[in-house]
């Protein structure tokens, strides 16, 4: 009885496995699915982890002895892990979509977006980093701008790209854009001692 148990089971698990013997479904829904939206989205993703890598490169300039301005490189940290979640909630959605490409690198490795690894002070950081989130922010417009084309429109898309992306990229634009004029203002008469207070206040 053991037996024959185990070998229905191995059988039943197979099965399970084994996608060529089962009559798979997709999630996409040919009446709202648009490609050309979903395609533009996917590529989103790789500038989401380009960005993560450059604010990685960022946190571990100013982690390093000679900087020692762990409020700062924090800060970096902070924004390197976001942007790799950011990633991740847009395969998250592309799935919920029904989009199975698996391509999000185009088979070439990721880089750092501004393909920079160091900064002359926390300010070159700062506007590098405010360059940045306007880049997506303009990425993200030109993604609602495709998927909001007449006949072709997936609300849903638009829907989820304005209500949750947009508004969090210009917060962000808003918050460097803030650190920057405090570092500048900090930094008046003289810079070390302006970044070493700047990241007192971090």
Not at 103 to 120: A, R, V
Request: proline letters at 2%; aromatic letters at 10%.
């Amino acid at each position: 009885l053991v037996c024959a148990c185990a070998s229905v089971l191995s059988v039943q698990v197979y099965g399970a496995c084994d996608s060529a013997n089962i009559n798979a479904v997709s999630a996409q829904d040919e009446k709202n699915y648009r490609a050309a939206c979903v395609e533009i989205m996917s590529k989103q993703v790789r500038m989401e982890f380009e960005a993560s890598l450059q604010y990685l490169l960022m946190a571990a300039q100013f982690s390093q002895d000679t900087y020692h301005l762990p409020g700062v490189a924090g800060m970096f940290w902070t924004h390197a892990d976001e942007e790799r979640e950011h990633g991740k909630k847009f395969i998250d959605y592309l799935r919920m979509r029904g989009y199975n490409g698996n391509d999000f690198f185009e088979e070439e490795p990721i880089k750092p977006i501004l393909n920079k690894n160091n900064w002359e002070s926390v300010s070159e950081a700062l506007r590098d980093a405010l360059k940045m989130e306007k880049a997506v922010t303009a990425s993200m417009k030109m993604m609602i701008d495709v998927c909001s084309q007449g006949g072709e429109d997936d609300p849903h898309a638009a829907d989820w790209l304005t209500g949750t992306w947009l508004e969090e990229q210009l917060n962000g634009q808003r918050s460097i854009a803030g650190y920057i004029n405090s570092l500048e203002t900090f930094s008046r008469d003289h810079q070390e001692l302006g970044e070493w207070l700047f990241d007192k206040e971090l």
